[in-house]
């Protein structure tokens, strides 16, 4: 099992932002986790990615217990995160802020190969390598943010809602573009607002609710659920 979560706990202060909750994902899958906005998607990705530290429960990774590591050392054992609303450095070049996501590589050779793998999946960041990633649309954000979380040649890219704000034809283009990345090798938490979009691309999926995981099944299974389909892809 590459990512393993069992009954992880997180706290707010008072507030139990996630409760008892279990999951995993397999080498080479694409899971989902779909839910409502304050559902506690965001903090399960920053609880694995050692930005937040949880209560109880544990994290499991490469069969490693990363559950109080520091972020770092996750990174550095290949798990990447792409958090929500991009948090590229604006007043940086799109060529910085990809090399900033490389900054535990310290080859040069093997950085600008992975330059080259990047600006394959997003030929158009190749073409704006010198402009200022605060001058991008948001479209070309979303995918500068993504490609900085693959220069560090990942196992496992947390990617923490990557079609907000985006037109549908640039959803269209980020959800090819995560097939890709997937289809090389590299396993996918997905958390979507786009439940639709992440069930039809995912092989599996969890339904957080509130802190809870209220369902589980492969992606087909929960795209036909009657209680999500009311509630997330509005059927």
Known sequence: MLLEVKDLNVYYGAIHALQGISFDVKEGEIVSLIGA????KSTTL?????????????ISFKGENITLAPAEKIVKMGMSHVPEGRKIF??????????????I????????????????????????INQLGGTLSGGEQQML??????????????????????????????????????AEGTSILLVEQNAQ??????????????????????????????QVKEAYLGI
């Open 145 to 182: 943010a993504t490609g900085r979380g693959l220069m560090n040649k990942p196992t496992l890219i947390l990617l923490d809602e990557p079609s907000m704000g985006l037109s549908p034809i640039m959803v269209e283009e980020i959800f090819r573009i995560i097939k890709e990345i997937n």
């Open 46 to 58: 920053r609880a694995l990615s050692g930005l937040i530290r949880p209560r109880s429960g544990s």
């Open 37 to 40: 906005n304050g559902a506690g």
């Open 105 to 128: 590589i310290n080859d040069r050779s093997e950085i600008n190969r992975m330059t080259e793998r990047v600006f394959r999946s997003f030929p158009r960041l190749k073409e704006r």
């Open 197 to 226: 979009m992440a069930l039809s691309i995912s092989h599996r999926a969890y339904v957080l609710e509130t802190g809870r995981i209220t369902l589980a099944g492969s992606a087909k299974e929960i795209a036909n659920n009657p």
């Open 90 to 103: 604006a007043p940086l070049t799109v060529r910085e802020n990809l090399e900033m996501g490389a900054y």
